[in-house]
């Protein structure tokens, strides 16, 4: 092959890359995706409200209250001869913006455990119970002194800590 021939090639060679270069650039493109997520949610279960329910041989020695932060209740009652009971109407809201499951609840057995062990809690709320955005459910907390007590305990004052152990509903 003669040198004219293979300088026509070397330029041919080279103006098929530039070509080909150019024809990639051409075709190729830069794509950017810009992006924020912001997050409204928020997360709000609490104690709006315990009233006081029905007293059978029990007075009420102060007026049922919910803490300051809402996340507690207190209430204080007299029993005053076996067989008596009290129940008090605690409401659970849920003012946040995301439904809330009851995983556990906690306190009623320690509680019962304790002396005087003539005196039992209770409340109706289940594990799973759904507490969408937006509404309330009323749980029911019975206090009673067991009707087949024989005598007086020497320990006269009985306290529980019950705990509703709320979590994101799936």
């Not at 950017?32 to 279960?45: E, L, P, Q, R, Y």
């Not at 029993?79 to 906690?106: F, H, R």
């Not at 320690?110 to 062990?117: I, R």
């Not at 007590?149 to 509903?169: D, F, G, M, R, W």
Request: no cysteine.
């Amino acid at each position: 092959m003669s040198k004219k021939a293979k300088n026509i090639l070397i330029i041919i060679l080279f103006l098929a890359v530039i070509g080909m270069a150019i024809g990639y650039a051409a075709l190729s493109q830069l794509l950017t995706i810009n992006g924020t997520a912001n997050i409204s949610a928020n997360w709000d279960v609490k104690i709006s409200n315990i009233a006081e329910g029905t007293l059978t041989g029990a007075t009420s020695k102060n007026v049922a209250t919910v803490s300051g932060d809402k996340l507690s209740a207190t209430f204080d009652v007299n029993l005053e001869k076996p067989g008596a009971t009290a129940t008090y109407i605690v409401t659970v809201q849920n003012a946040g913006t995301i439904d809330a499951m009851l995983e556990s609840v906690t306190g009623v057995d320690t509680a019962n455990a304790a002396n005087p062990t003539d005196v039992t809690f209770d409340i109706n709320a289940n594990k799973n119970d759904t507490l969408t955005s937006g509404s309330t459910k009323d749980y029911t907390v019975t206090v009673k002194w067991l009707e087949a007590a024989e005598s007086i305990p020497t320990t006269k004052e009985k306290t529980a800590t019950i705990t509703l152990n709320y979590v994101q509903a799936p």
